[in-house]
């Protein structure tokens, strides 16, 4: 898997939420994934308005995240490689590159900054995803 440079970092909780999460995404694992957020978390991927999120408000509570899930990731296949990882309080900020192939197997390259935040129980409260549409790079086989 394209996240092991996560591995070998320091134990944080937000930090382990965030391999969790990878690693339920590249496995297409929902109900996992699912169970890892908040009732009141929001997703911003990617921060403010753009062609996921029109009004740029996120997706926030379990059935916006869910909807999320169904519409967005699971139509592709997902593969992360983290570069950077730092935790800080109950935050952590990863940096790296994400390449997703979707049905019809056009595979897309996008770096970003992800940022998860969790409570003390460890459940997601936040991501914020910064990246940039135009930076995105699709890959022609």
Known sequence: MGHHLLLNAREHPARTAAINSIQAIESKDRE??????DEDAIIEDPVGPSPLDEQGRGHRGITAITAFYDKVIAPQNVRFHIRHSMACGNECANVGTITTKDAAGNVFRTELVTVYRVNEAGKLL???AFWELEDTVSEIF
Do not use: V
């Not at 996992?32 to 957020?37: E, F, G, N, S």
């Open 32 to 37: 996992t994934w699912l169970a890892m957020w």
């Open 126 to 128: 936040s991501l914020r």
